[in-house]
């Protein structure tokens, strides 16, 4: 099973003809997460076709305004278009208050139930979880409190062995405990290990989220040998200074924090409005970690 990550704004503050602010929606075990929800995100939404029957968590990396301004105007839409699964937003201290004056102004009487849950941006630590997900908040070093988000599948059943379930004559009440790594004990008492009826389960799939955020390599044991890593990247190297005073990232930076922590893919995003053509800030991702693609409005991302 794999996951998919479709890229709703990949641009930074100032939007362009081509780039939204940042979101995104991650797509795993049939389930769907956004993350980040600049202004337009439901417009790239209704654009790519996206139904948002399974969306129900929202993760906000930082109370700046590319990353939030799409919250309220997404709800809102979910309250015309009858929505009644309850919807949570996940961010920083301080999001219920920002909100609240909002919700009560524009949302009043939705059909709905939307719960801001506030988590410290400055741990790392588990801030929500169902059956299939774990979702860590990651500490970034930006101008405001900000987080970053690992989504971490949780590990999977193993597989049984037909032929050795149905030599050892198991029933159908013990098998589900089989997949999860017990052992069976026949009606003689005999134990036969789980080893000889099952095999390795499938591999989990792991995603981290990091903008906005200065270079940090303390970030790397978090997201070591992730499937995906969103970075950002909204500078160019020649722009390094600006980086440090904004406490943002370069695409070498990013590209630098990938190879350390040994992920598998990079996605650069969160590209400065300047950068008309941005595969000159891909190609210096791609000169220090190989494996780099950019982060493009519409783009799917399947891993």
């Known amino acids: ?23 995104q929606i ?4 049939n389930k769907q997460y956004m993350i980040d929800c600049g202004e337009g995100a439901q417009i790239r939404m209704r654009q790519m076709g996206l139904k948002n029957t399974r969306l129900n968590h929202i993760f906000i990396s930082h109370l700046h305004g590319d990353h939030c301004f799409g919250l309220m105007g997404l709800i809102s839409s979910f309250a015309l278009l009858n929505r009644t699964a309850e919807l949570q937003v996940h961010g920083p201290l301080g999001i219920t208050k920002l909100f609240e004056q909002q919700m009560n102004f524009f ?10 849950q506030e988590f410290d941006t400055s741990q790392h630590k588990l801030i929500y979880a169902d059956r299939s997900v774990e979702v860590y908040s990651i500490p970034l070093k930006h101008r405001v409190p900000c987080s970053g988000f690992l989504f971490k599948e949780k590990p999977k059943d193993r597989h049984l062995i037909r032929d050795m379930i149905d030599f050892y004559q198991i029933p159908i009440s013990q098998r589900n405990l089989i997949k999860k790594g017990a ?14 009826l099952t095999t390795d389960p499938d ?3 792991s995603y981290a989220y990091c903008s906005d ?18 970075h950002e990247a909204t500078f160019a190297n020649a722009e390094v200074l600006r980086a440090q005073k904004t406490m943002h990232s370069t695409a070498e930076q990013a590209a630098t924090i990938a190879r350390l922590a040994e992920v598998k893919q990079l996605v650069i995003g969160h590209l400065s409005a300047r950068y008309n053509n941005q ?6 991702a791609q000169a220090v970690f190989k494996n780099t693609i950019l982060a493009e409005d519409g783009k799917v991302i399947e891993f």
């Open 279 to 284: 595969n000159v800030v891909l190609k210096e």
């Open 107 to 116: 949302c009043d009487g939705i059909p709905f139930k939307a719960s801001f």
């Open 213 to 230: 955020t200065a270079y940090s390599e303390e970030i790397v044991p978090i997201i070591s040998k992730v499937d995906l890593l969103y």
């Open 26 to 29: 991650l797509e795993l075990r």
């Open 203 to 205: 591999e989990t799939i």
């Open 1 to 23: 099973m794999s996951a998919k990550l479709t890229i709703l704004g990949a641009g930074s503050a100032l939007p362009t003809r081509y780039n939204f602010p940042s979101a």
């Open 183 to 196: 052992d069976f004990i026949s009606e003689e008492g005999k134990t036969i290990p789980n080893h000889l």
